[in-house]
C-alpha cells in the first residue's frame, strides 16, 4: 500500500514537472537560484575561509577537499576526484622593485613575478630599461639596442573595445610570450603593463611561457601595475638613462598529484549522453579568486543543485566538473577529456562559467549551425532575466578539449566592463562579487543546461 | 580669401558629417567616451571635491557652481540658471538607536532618519514594537494595539523580481506613507527596513510624506539597516515585551533659494524644437550621491560634450538639465516644465539617467507607438554596445512633468543588480562607480539624442 502510493505519487511529481512549460521552469529556476540559493555560500567559504587555489598549493588541496563534500551533500548519484598530475610554481617572498633616476635616487614601483617565471638572482636585477609596444617593435630595435638591458612591454589594453575580453586578446601576448621574445635580442629581464582597463597601483599576475628555452637561459618577467607602467614611460621619455632594479623570488618545483573534482545526476533515458557544467577550482594566488574562477565553481555545483532542488528529472547524464590548473598548465581539462575519451563517454554538451560573476547577459557558442538555431529559438525564454547575449564564439579553456564536430561547447557571458579591474590581481576578493549577479549566473546556465536536456543536441 | 576657405572647409566638415553613416557615428561617439571622455573626473570632483548635494546645502550650491563653470567651458550656446525655492532639511547630529531587552541592558542598531521626518524629543523615544509587514496589517491590529508603540515595517524588497526597481516599487510605501498610517493608529514613531536587497549595516534613507498632517502631530520616521531589522524582528519573536529607544535631530527648515543648471546647444534647423538630457544635482547626504545621480548629472553633461567633441551639429536644440531637488520635492523638474510651458517651447525629447552609473543595458520610453517602433528599427545599431533593452515604460522623475500627448520621454535603464546596495546610504560613493560603465551610459544617452535628433520625432 504505502509502496504503490509512493509509486503514485513520484508518478505525479513526475507528471507535473513535464506538464510544466519551460517558462514556468525557468521562473522556478531564477526564482530558487535568488531566493534560496546557495552559490553565494559557497564562494563564500572558498574565498573567505580557503582563499588563493593556486595548483599544488595547500588551498587548491583544500578546495577539492571541500568541494567534494559539499556535492557529496546534495544527493547526487556519484562524486569523485579525478587524478591529475599539475604544476606547481611558488612565488616565494615578495617581490621589489625601484626605478634608479641617478645612484641613489629611487622611486618604488608594484610589481610581481609572472606565473612561471624564473626568479632574478639573489641580488635582483638592475639594468637599462627599453620600452617597446609590440613584437615588432622589438624586432626592428634589435640585440644592438637591447641586450643587457630590460624589455618594458607597454601596449595598454585597447578602451574602446566594448567587449573587455578583447582588448586582453589584443595585449596578452606580451604578457605570455614576452619573455621569449625580448630573450631572443639578449634582454635580462620583462616588465609589463598589467593587464587592467583601469589606471591603479596593483600588479597582475598570469601565465607565461619560456618554450623551450633552457633553464639556465630564461630571464624572469613581471608585471608592473598601470599607474606605474605610466610612471615608468613618463620617466623614460624624460631620460631614457635612468635603471629599474627589480628581485623576485619564485620557483617552479616538481609536479604534484591534484584532482578534478566531479559529480553526476545520471541521465533517466540517455545515461551515456554527457553535459557538463564547470568552472576550474585552482586562481591565482594573489588574491582569493572568487570572479576567476570561484564564481564559475559555485555556479557550476549550484547547477546541479538547482536541477535537483526544481525537481528536475534530467535524461541525460548531467556532470559538474571542477577542473584543476586552468591557469597554468590547462592539466584538468585536458584530462578530463582524455579519460571520457577512454571511457567512449559521448559528450554532447558542455558550459564553461570563467569569465567572472558579473551579471550574466548570455552564453557564446562553438557548435554547428542547426544547434545555434535551436539555441535562438529559445531565446524569448530568457527575456524576463534580461538575457539577450547569443553568440557563434569559443566557449571556455577547460571544456574546449571536448569538442567534437556534433556537440555543443558553450561559455557563459556575463557583463565584462568591471572583470580586467580585478582579474589575477590582488583584489578579485568576495566583497567584488555581488550576491545576486552571481545567483542570476547560476540560474542562467540552469537553463541552459535544461533546455538541452530536454530538446537535446541536433 | 580666408573667409571664402573657412566656408570652404565648414561646408567640407558639414558635408563629411552627414555623409557619416548612423554606423559610424555611434562609434566614434562611444570610442570617444571611453578613450577620450571627461564624465569620470567631473564625477570624481562632484563626489570627492565636493560631496553630498541634499538641496538647499552647501554641497548643493557648490555643486550648482561647479557645473555651470564646467559647461561654460563647452563652448555651449548658452548657459544659465534657473531658480527655484527648494526645502531645506537637515539630518542634525547622528542618529543613535538600540534594542533594550530589560532596563539596562541593551543592544544598538543603524538608523537614519528619513528625509523630512522630524526629531525625537530631546531624550529620544523609548517604546514597545509592534512588527507589521503592510498597512493592512496595520489596519487589522489596529489602535488598541499600536497607539504608544513604535512601528517598525519590515516588508524585505523582494529577491526574486529581476528588475530591482520593481521590487523597489513593491517596499517603498512603507517608507515613504509608513508615518502617515501609523500615525493613525496613535504609533509614536516609526522604523522601516532599508530599501535594500542585501543583509548589510547600513541604513538607507529617503523621502517620507507626512501629508497634511499638522506639525504637532507628526512622528518620527527612521530607516534600520537591514540586519538590525533582522536582529529586531528576531529579538521581538523570541520576546515581544522589548522596547526600541531612538533619537534624532533632524529638523526642517524654512526654503531657500536654488537653481536648475542648464546648458544648450541651439538647434541649426528647428531651434524651437527642445530635447533635453538630464539628470539631478541633489542627492541624498549620507554617502557622496556618486550612483545617484551624480553618474545622471555627468553623463547627461557628457552627452553635449561628445556631441561638440564628435562634430554632430544637431538640428534641433539639445539642452542639458542639471535638476535640483528630485530627492525631496521634485521642484526643480516642475519648475523646468513650468517654465518651458510659459516660454512656449516645444519639448519634442527628454532623456533622463537617474538610475545609477552602472552598465547600460537599453532605454525605458513613455511615448507613442509610432516612436517606439521608430527607436524599435535603431535597435540593431546599438547591438556592438551590447545594448539591447528597448521597452515602454516610465522615464525619470524630472522630466516627467514635460510629458505631452505627441512627445518622447525617456530613461536610461543600467544593469540594476547592484544599486540598492548603496542606493541613499552611506555607501553611494565614488569608488562604486566603474568608469567604463558610466562611460558606456552617457555614449549610449548621446546616440540616442544624436538619432532623435537627426530624424525627428514622429
Chains 1, 2 share one sequence.
Request: proline share 3%; charged share 20%; aromatic share 10%.
Amino acid at each position: 500500500m504505502i509502496k504503490s502510493f509512493t509509486t503514485l505519487l513520484c508518478l505525479l511529481i513526475f507528471t507535473s514537472i513535464n506538464a510544466q512549460t519551460d517558462e514556468v521552469v525557468l521562473k522556478n529556476i531564477y526564482s530558487t537560484s535568488l531566493t534560496n540559493g546557495n552559490s553565494y555560500n559557497w564562494l563564500n567559504h572558498l574565498s573567505n575561509q580557503i582563499g588563493s587555489r593556486l595548483s599544488g598549493s595547500l588551498g587548491a588541496e583544500r578546495a577539492v577537499a571541500y568541494t567534494k563534500e559539499e556535492l557529496e551533500k546534495l544527493g547526487l548519484d556519484k562524486v569523485w576526484l579525478q587524478p591529475v598530475m599539475v604544476p606547481r610554481w611558488v612565488r616565494g617572498a615578495k617581490e621589489y622593485a625601484y626605478i634608479e633616476t641617478v645612484p641613489g635616487k629611487t622611486n618604488t614601483v608594484n610589481i610581481c613575478a609572472l606565473g612561471g617565471s624564473v626568479a632574478t638572482p639573489a641580488l635582483g636585477i638592475k639594468a637599462h630599461v627599453v620600452e617597446v609596444k609590440n613584437f615588432e617593435e622589438l624586432a626592428t630595435l634589435g640585440k644592438a639596442n637591447i641586450e643587457g638591458k630590460i624589455v618594458f612591454y607597454n601596449r595598454p589594453m585597447q578602451a574602446d573595445l566594448i567587449q573587455t575580453f578583447e582588448a586582453y586578446g589584443g595585449c596578452v601576448n606580451q604578457r605570455y610570450k614576452g619573455a621569449v621574445e625580448a630573450s631572443k635580442y639578449g634582454a635580462v629581464g620583462v616588465i609589463v603593463r598589467s593587464m587592467n582597463l583601469r589606471l591603479d597601483d596593483l600588479p597582475h599576475t598570469g601565465s607565461m611561457t619560456y618554450d623551450d628555452i633552457p633553464v639556465e637561459k630564461r630571464i624572469p618577467a613581471a608585471a608592473i601595475s598601470t599607474n606605474d607602467a605610466e610612471v615608468l614611460s613618463t620617466m623614460l621619455q624624460l631620460n631614457n638613462d635612468i635603471k629599474l632594479y627589480f628581485k623576485q623570488n619564485c620557483k617552479q618545483l616538481a609536479d604534484v598529484q591534484s584532482y578534478n573534482v566531479i559529480g553526476e545526476i545520471t541521465g533517466s533515458e540517455f545515461p551515456n549522453q554527457y553535459m557538463v557544467v564547470g568552472g576550474h577550482l585552482d586562481s591565482w594566488d594573489l588574491g582569493d579568486g572568487s570572479h576567476d574562477d570561484g564564481a564559475g565553481v559555485v555556479q557550476s555545483m549550484e547547477v546541479l543543485r538547482l536541477i535537483k532542488e526544481t525537481g528536475i528529472k534530467p535524461k541525460r547524464s548531467i556532470r559538474v566538473v571542477l577542473f584543476m590548473n586552468e591557469e597554468n598548465g590547462l592539466r584538468g581539462g585536458n584530462k578530463y577529456a582524455e579519460e571520457a575519451k577512454k571511457n567512449n563517454e559521448n559528450h554532447v554538451f558542455a558550459l564553461e562559467s570563467d569569465a567572472g560573476g558579473f551579471t550574466p547577459r548570455g552564453f557564446s557558442f562553438d557548435c554547428s549551425d542547426a544547434n545555434y538555431n535551436q539555441v535562438l529559438s529559445w531565446k524569448s525564454l530568457f527575456k524576463p532575466y534580461l538575457i539577450d547575449y547569443f553568440e557563434k564564439g569559443g566557449s571556455g579553456a577547460d571544456v574546449g578539449p571536448l569538442k567534437t564536430k556534433t556537440n555543443v561547447l558553450a561559455g557563459l557571458r556575463p557583463d565584462s566592463q568591471r572583470y580586467f579591474d580585478h582579474h589575477h590581481a590582488s583584489n578579485d576578493t568576495f566583497d567584488a562579487v555581488n550576491k545576486r549577479e552571481l545567483e542570476l549566473g547560476a540560474a542562467t546556465m540552469t537553463s541552459l543546461v535544461y533546455l538541452f536536456d530536454k530538446y537535446g543536441v541536433k
